[in-house]
């Protein structure tokens, strides 16, 4: 195995505050390991920055294990790069070549505003949650075992599916009109599908989707882009039983 890292050229969007108007920065790394993630390269980058007195680049990371949906990048075009079923944070350098030109940006929509360089603010997605992404659960002491209630396993199956969606956005930055549909889809099937998610089943749906509305997200017109992007494989039927639950809690109003 060859140990000579790859040497690139990292076109980076840069953007001072939200206020600010961004521009495409170009970067060169040189000596870039196979094995190093996507964001071990642009903490590489950092570093050099920081030597040469330049500010680093912001972007969001915490987990890096693709569990806490922090990570953010759109690269080459794509949301969370070329790789599939993948977050940034576990995109691997492998996925290039020597001598490639990578271009970062942040994600590009009209809910998610940039707050600096590669950051957006994703708070929009916090308050679709709070307007219902929740169940009530008695926790006076009585509480009923979850494990003694009968669940069919294909529902218990496709509840753990959707609830799989790590809230981090590429869903929204992939599609052409911007719609978080897919995500709010998951958020309302992972309880629909189950007993302790009827309750508050109507309101569930009315209010996040006016939520939703209310934040500026786009109409989804089926394009599956979402699907393709998405690094938990949430899939698009979830969008399906969201327009079911969304359009029965109206009728039944
Ligand atoms: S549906 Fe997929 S792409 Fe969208 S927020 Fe959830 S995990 Fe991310
Ligand atoms: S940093 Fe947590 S999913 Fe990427």
Same mark, same amino acid.
């Given at each position: 195995?060859?140990?000579?890292?790859?040497?690139?050229? #990292?076109?980076? /969007?840069?953007?001072?505050?939200?206020?600010?108007?961004?521009?495409?920065?170009?970067?060169?790394?040189?000596?870039?390991?196979?094995?190093?993630?996507?964001?071990?390269?642009? @903490?590489?980058?950092?570093?050099?920055?920081?030597?040469?007195?330049?500010?680093?680049?912001?972007?969001?990371?915490?987990?890096?294990?693709?569990?806490?949906?922090?990570?953010?990048?759109?690269?080459?075009?794509?949301?969370?790069?070329? +790789?599939?079923?993948?977050?940034?944070?576990?995109?691997?350098?492998?996925?290039?070549?020597?001598?490639?030109?990578?271009?970062?940006?942040? /994600?590009?929509?009209?809910?998610?505003?940039?707050?600096?360089?590669?950051?957006?603010?994703?708070?929009?997605? @916090?308050?679709?949650?709070?307007?219902? %992404?929740?169940?009530?659960?008695?926790?006076?002491?009585?509480?009923?075992?979850?494990?003694?209630?009968?669940?069919?396993?294909? +529902?218990?199956?496709?509840?753990?599916?959707?609830?799989?969606?790590?809230?981090? %956005?590429?869903?929204?930055?992939?599609?052409?009109?911007?719609?978080?549909? #897919?995500?709010?889809?998951?958020?309302?099937?992972?309880?629909?599908? #189950?007993?302790?998610?009827?309750?508050?089943?109507?309101?569930?749906?009315?209010?996040?989707?006016?939520?939703? @509305?209310?934040? %500026?997200?786009?109409?989804?017109?089926?394009? %599956?882009?979402?699907?393709?992007?998405?690094?938990?494989?949430?899939?698009?039927?979830?969008?399906?039983?969201?327009?079911?639950?969304? #359009?029965?809690?109206?009728?039944?109003?």
């Amino acid at each position: 195995m060859s140990e000579k890292g790859m040497n690139l050229t #990292l076109k980076i /969007w840069r953007q001072k505050d939200s206020k600010s108007k961004g521009k495409m920065e170009t970067y060169p790394v040189t000596n870039i390991s196979e094995h190093m993630s996507f964001l071990e390269m642009l @903490d590489v980058l950092n570093e050099q920055l920081v030597e040469e007195g330049k500010e680093p680049v912001a972007f969001d990371h915490d987990c890096r294990e693709g569990i806490c949906g922090m990570c953010s990048l759109h690269i080459n075009g794509e949301a969370h790069g070329p +790789d599939r079923r993948v977050t940034t944070c576990q995109l691997h350098m492998r996925m290039f070549n020597d001598g490639d030109t990578i271009h970062i940006e942040p /994600w590009r929509a009209k809910a998610f505003p940039v707050i600096k360089d590669l950051i957006v603010d994703r708070s929009a997605f @916090d308050r679709i949650q709070h307007a219902g %992404g929740f169940i009530s659960v008695n926790t006076s002491g009585n509480t009923i075992d979850a494990n003694a209630i009968p669940i069919e396993k294909e +529902d218990a199956d496709e509840a753990f599916n959707a609830a799989t969606c790590i809230g981090c %956005g590429a869903c929204v930055a992939s599609c052409k009109n911007a719609s978080a549909m #897919l995500f709010v889809g998951a958020k309302i099937s992972q309880f629909s599908l #189950l007993p302790q998610g009827q309750v508050e089943a109507k309101n569930r749906a009315l209010n996040m989707v006016k939520q939703m @509305d209310l934040e %500026g997200f786009g109409n989804c017109t089926n394009t %599956g882009a979402c699907e393709v992007q998405c690094p938990k494989g949430i899939s698009l039927d979830n969008i399906a039983r969201m327009n079911r639950d969304f #359009l029965s809690a109206s009728v039944k109003k």
